[in-house]
């Protein structure tokens, strides 16, 4: 059992078993909530019942709910391409309890999942609890018997805010949670969490279990919650990367289809210097059909605006391969062929997704060329310390339609950065001198609006690039 549909089942299977009632994935545009861009994790179309807003009539639940980390708080977009974990599009399991059972029974469940269900060895796993939560610590020991050195606690950070205690928002459920690790191996960089080398590819966090056990109010005091509740998540990739023998989410064979493909309509090699352009590519994929599928639109505001950016990072990424004509509409058949069995609404939308993907490609090659070549220009009249200059990242903006990420990334490749507050104050600029011009013709009356918004949440925010406020992390 090592494909993502036998995982699937089986996850869902066992939490069905424990009385949990399987629940379809939410689309990725979160119904009735503005603060949030798409869904990141299992509890988004939970969240009234863990405060209590809503009840339904089971109080136990398991899904397997489709996730996007691509803008706001939860951002995986600057990782693609650079860890083996992360995605900009991937599945996350979960099992919650609404006011039902907590801690005690949470964890055995978990453990059983892992150690029986999934059979991933025991002596390969270790443990992260809250530092003050002894509670969990002890049922840990008790129930998986592993050493204390594989429990480690996990304080707050220097900043605030702890990777073990969770908050939904400013107030709110919170509690502490538990994350489980898989060790693969001392072949690879990196170190167990809470040491200096956490961030490696050696240690991989598979699971997060949330214990919400407090609400946090406004004045900052806390109340211990009377309907405890859990909220669980575990990525499907990272399993099957693990139960096919790799720490690389990109070298499970779902992902390696999608990767292949790529180096076969660009005949080029899978494994060879444009490596890093596939796995992007095959990521951005995901995302980008998801997300059409799930009704998003690409434009220049909000969700559309970071779905664009999604697309046109894939798109320069293409291009660096050498790709001569759009190339992200004709991968669509494969991913449809790996997962439209699961995911039937791709299959829908399929024609849709190739049209608007083959659209876009073929607007943008038209001035990404000429961007790149621009960029070039910047970069040789400057000293290689030196930031690129916010007015020349907002020129390729404004003038080629380069996101600022896709700049951002295009320099990270050569390890230097854009100035982003002059970014912000030429795009400023622009729109004051765009407003006193309008100002004039007595015309103006719907785009104030668009100007109050913009103005209200700062050019970056207003085009996507941070616009959660609710945390919606597991
Ligand atoms: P990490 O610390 O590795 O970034 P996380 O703590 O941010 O992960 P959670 O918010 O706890 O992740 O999400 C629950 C689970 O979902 C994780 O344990 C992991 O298995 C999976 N997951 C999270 N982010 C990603 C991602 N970008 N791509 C693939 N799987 C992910
Ligand atoms: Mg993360
Ligand atoms: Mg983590
Ligand atoms: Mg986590």
């Known amino acids: 059992m090592t494909g993502l549909a036998d995982i699937r089942s089986t996850f869902l299977n066992y939490f069905n078993k424990q009385g949990h009632e399987i629940v379809p994935s939410s689309p990725l545009v979160p119904r009735n909530d503005p603060t949030l861009m798409f869904a990141n994790s299992g509890m ?40 083996a974990r992360h995605h900009t599009f991937f599945e996350m399991l979960g099992n919650f309890s609404f006011g039902d059972y907590f801690k005690s029974d949470a964890i055995p469940f978990a453990w059983e999942m892992v150690t029986k269900e999934l059979a991933i060895p025991k002596d390969k796993l270790l443990v992260t609890v809250y530092e003050t939560d002894d509670e969990a610590a002890e049922i840990w020991k008790k129930v998986a018997g592993i050493s204390d050195d594989r429990i480690i606690r996990i304080g707050d950070k220097p900043g605030g805010g702890s990777d073990n205690f969770w908050q939904m928002g400013p107030t709110g459920p919170c509690g502490p949670c538990t994350e489980i690790f898989y060790d693969h191996g001392d072949k ?21 279990l949330v214990f919400m056990q407090y609400e946090q109010f406004e004045d900052g005091s806390r109340r211990e919650l009377t309907a405890q509740s859990i909220d669980t998540g575990m990525g499907i990739e990272r399993v099957a990367a693990l139960l ?8 499970t064979d779902l992902m390696r289809a999608l990767i292949e493909d790529s180096a076969h309509k660009t005949s080029t090699d899978p494994d060879g210097p ?10 951005h994929l995901r995302s980008t059909s998801f997300l059409i599928a799930d ?10 605006y970071v779905l664009r950016r999604i697309m046109r990072r894939a798109m320069r990424h293409a291009h660096l391969l050498g790709s001569q004509d759009p190339l992200m509409h004709r991968l669509v058949p494969e991913l449809v062929r790996q997962m439209g069995e699961a995911y039937p609404e791709l299959r829908q939308a399929q024609a849709l997704i190739e049209e ?40 390729l903006y404004d003038t080629y339609g380069f996101p600022l990420d896709l700049t951002q990334d295009a320099l990270r490749e050569k ?34 609006i ?18 959660e406020t609710a945390e919606g992390q597991i």
């Not at 690879?188 to 997060?208: A, K, T, V, Y």
């Not at 400057?382 to 930031?387: E, I």
């Open 44 to 83: 988004v179309q939970f969240k009234n019942l863990f405060t209590g807003v809503e009840t339904r009539d089971y109080k136990r639940a398991t899904t397997a709910q489709k996730c996007v980390r691509a803008g706001g708080k939860h951002n995986d977009l600057d990782n693609v391409g650079y860890t």
């Open 188 to 208: 690879f960089w990196g170190g167990p969490p809470g040491s200096p080398e956490e961030d490696g590819d050696r240690f991989i966090e598979i699971w997060n």
């Open 244 to 251: 096919q023998g790799t720490n690389d989410n990109y070298a």
């Open 274 to 283: 444009g490596k890093t352009h596939h796995r992007v590519i095959a990521d």
């Open 295 to 304: 009704g998003v639109m690409p434009s220049n505001d909000g969700r559309g």
């Open 356 to 395: 608007t993907l083959k659209l876009e490609e073929t607007r943008f090659r038209q001035t990404l060329d000429r961007g790149l070549k621009l960029l070039d220009e910047e970069l040789s009249g400057l000293s290689d310390d030196q930031a690129l200059p916010g007015a020349a990242a907002f020129k």
């Open 415 to 448: 390890g230097r950065t854009v100035d982003t507050d002059g970014f912000d104050n030429a795009m400023a600029e622009q729109k004051a001198k765009a407003r006193a011009a309008w100002a004039g013709t007595g015309e103006s009356a719907d785009l104030t």
């Open 450 to 467: 668009w100007f109050d918004v913009a103005d209200q949440h700062g050019a970056t925010d207003f085009l996507g690039y941070d616009t």
